[in-house]
């Protein structure tokens, strides 16, 4: 909602730049199935010519603005211009003519994307009778693609239908209708499902009332009708799509080969022979000095000779 404080604060300055006999703003909301939509517009005239400017911020925080200015050039001419900005930052820049006469109001235009790339639309609205209203149109796209649409509006008590059908260049074809309801001052319910509640304030010269109505603004006083700018619908963003996760898979996978353990071979039993027991060594005793000794007599025994 602060982003939409400050386009809506924005569009205020731009306005109040330029003189005007009245001025007007007002702000709205839109509860669609696909989300909530909320908005703030305000304009002003003066000397012929209305200036206005706008922007509508979506459920996702996207924000488009329109800013523009209608011009009557003589009565029942018109001509208009402006610049749209979509929430990702491209703009398209707009302009056409409107002439309005018998209770017919036919419209030319061009559109050029900031790709380069243009369109141009014409078409007609006509009241056939109180309430009831019919228009036809064409679109032909820089490729030279061309789409023809027609409709019809009917309204009774408190609650207009539509119903169209588009026709392009390759044969397709597509039909579209609804319903608005005023439930209460200021909110509007569609058939689809989408309610969305308004409100504004007025503001006037001492000299001159301003007079809102559907179809457009009248100025009482300077005698300066003005034909509504052209709408730019900021679609709604896509539902949101929940991905598909695929269930987990169960993958069977084989444990790694163990490498080969070599295992030795238990050791064998080794019979020692116990030690042999150890010899008996004669030792024999150190060898002495021998000593010559003559024979003599012990006693009454004859001692031969020998070495001692």
Known sequence: MKSLTLISAAATLIIASTPAFASWSGHGTAYTPHGTYNGAHTASCGGGTCNHAGGAIGPYGGIGTNTGSVTRTSPGQFSN???ATGPNGRQVQHDG?????????SHTGDLTGSDGH?????GSVTRDAPGQYSSNGTVTTGNGNTYNHSAA????????YRGGTVNGS???????????????GGVVTTGGGTTVVHGGVVTTGSTTTAVVATGGV??????????PAPAVIVPPPPPPVTPYVAPPVTVYAPAPPRPPVYVAPAPRVVYVAPPPPPHVVYVAPPARVAVFVPGHW???VWIPAHYA
């Open 81 to 83: 211009s402006g610049t």
């Open 97 to 105: 003519s409107t002439s309005c006469a018998g209770g017919t109001c």
């Open 118 to 122: 243009s369109a141009t639309t014409s």
């Open 153 to 160: 509006t009917s309204c009774s008590g408190n609650t207009c």
């Open 170 to 184: 390759n044969g397709g074809t597509v039909v579209h209708g609804g319903s608005a309801t005023q439930v209460s």
């Open 218 to 227: 009248t100025t009482v006083g300077a005698t300066v009708a003005v034909a």
């Open 298 to 300: 012990i006693g009454r």
